[in-house]
């Protein structure tokens, strides 16, 4: 039928099995032409039709329409052969009420076409292409759903979307860029090309991008699934992160050498007198920032208490990244009666025992005596955690030595650091001397 130097189409193929069962009146009538709907003859369906008059509509029957809405609006008559070819090219331009109801036009549609011996290849072959489509989003949610980590997502995708080329790319507050799966900053191609990028926000925020080619995506409807589908799978990990670290499950939470941040809100009581019952929206606005940034950068939330956040991480870095995105952040809102929200930081490094309580040992004090002896908007870091900075900052995060401090409880001095950072304040008044007030 067909030789290996010409290798069909879909629409040639279709055309050729059409033919072969064209009735003869209809075979002679079209000649050598292929059937409308093929190649150059697919502007066939839209021969000129005359339109219905309100008069001429009003004495058809429903059965002369395919789709009568609940409503009683009819739309695309079939009464004849020319408004059934003007149904067949105008069927994906009417927007149904469902899929049951698209369904039942569908099918009235087809039966008209058998009855005036219409070969209707280019509507089933459009009809194909979108069940392709919505097969595809199909198998997109099932498969993201079954996805245990973010790390799965971009192969997940490129699987189900069938492009080998597709690159998913995560917002980093703290290096002001998209990071790949392996946390490294990437730039977008100058040139693009044949690839297309899909922007996820939260919150009107940079959340996530999708490269990817432009052809995979050139369906709305589609377009609208996959990025349901990948906000749903970040949201999904998100609340996990926040589930799993409010219950503290002993079972997940590292152990051994880790890094730990604790944030508190600098003059927490003075808000709260100023807001009232209101003060709850702000802690709530104040907690989202800090739990997105800590998931975000790889943290486990352990506990939340009061004006007050704990979180671990494995890596160093992230540790720091994760401060500096809140700081960042935090900078940028605008809050209730313009108010000025600052939180302070303090973030160490070291060995870290976990009961059935929690975490304990002095490396919890330690962090969290650097943090009371911050200021708001500061970051205070200590000198185990900058000796144990594996991976290299951000390009415009460094450290500025603030000397040796004796904190409370502590048993020797401690040489500390501020973390600076674009976009975030640098000068503060002189760290908080041992025994001094938080407040």
């Not at 009819?74 to 698209?102: C, G, T, Y």
């Not at 997940?156 to 790949?180: C, F, K, M, Q």
């Not at 000796?387 to 030595?401: E, N, T």
Request: hydrophobic share 40%.
């Amino acid at each position: 039928m067909f030789d290996d130097n010409h290798r069909p189409n879909v629409m040639q193929v279709l055309g050729h099995i059409f033919s072969r069962r064209l009735p003869a009146r209809v075979a002679r009538r079209a000649g050598n032409r292929p059937p409308p709907g093929v190649g150059p003859f697919r502007s066939a369906y839209c021969r000129d039709v005359a339109k219905l008059s309100a008069s001429e509509r009003a004495k058809l029957p429903d059965s002369a329409f395919a789709y009568v809405d609940s409503r009683g609006k009819r739309m695309l008559p079939i009464h004849d052969e020319p408004h059934v070819r003007n149904a067949l090219a105008r069927f994906d331009q009417v927007k149904f009420e469902n899929d049951a109801s698209r369904e039942r036009a569908r099918k009235r549609l087809l039966n008209a076409a058998k009855r005036y011996s219409i070969v209707p290849v280019g509507f089933l072959t459009g009809q194909i292409r979108s069940e392709r489509k919505h097969a595809a989003a199909g198998r997109l949610v099932i498969e993201l759903g079954r996805i245990g980590a973010p790390a799965d997502l971009e192969q997940h995708l490129r699987s189900v979307l069938r492009d080998p080329t597709l690159v998913v790319l995560h917002w980093s507050e703290a290096a002001g860029a998209y990071l790949n799966g392996a946390g490294k900053p990437t730039p977008l191609p100058a040139d693009q090309g044949q690839q297309a990028v899909t922007f996820l926000e939260r919150d009107g925020r940079p959340m996530t991008l999708l490269l990817h080619n432009a052809a995979v995506l050139d369906d709305p409807d589609l377009a609208d699934t996959v990025q349901a589908a990948v906000r749903f799978v970040i949201e999904k990990e998100r609340l996990d992160g926040q589930v799993r670290g409010r219950a503290a499950d002993a079972a997940t939470l590292p152990t051994g050498f880790v890094t730990i941040l604790l944030t508190d809100i600098e003059s927490s009581t003075a808000l709260l007198r100023q807001l009232g019952d209101s003060y709850a929206d702000l802690l709530d606005g104040v907690r989202d920032i800090i739990r997105d940034a800590v998931l975000r950068a790889g943290g486990r939330e352990v506990e939340v208490r009061a004006d007050e956040f704990f979180a671990v991480f494995e890596r160093v870095v992230s540790a720091i990244e994760a401060a500096v995105a809140i700081q960042r952040t935090l900078s940028k809102r605008t809050w209730t009666d313009d108010l000025d929200v600052r939180v302070r930081m303090g973030i160490h490094s070291g060995l870290i025992t976990l009961t059935d309580g929690g975490y304990i040992g002095l490396s919890v004090h330690t962090a969290a005596r650097l943090c009371s002896a911050g200021h708001g908007g500061q970051i205070v870091v200590s000198e185990e955690t900058r000796a144990a900075i594996g991976d290299p900052l951000p390009l415009d995060v460094h450290f500025r030595s603030l000397g040796r401090h004796h904190l409370a409880g502590l048993p020797r001095a401690e040489m500390l650091f501020q973390v600076e950072a674009d976009g975030l304040l640098t000068e503060f008044p002189p760290l908080r001397s041992a025994g001094g007030s938080r407040r």
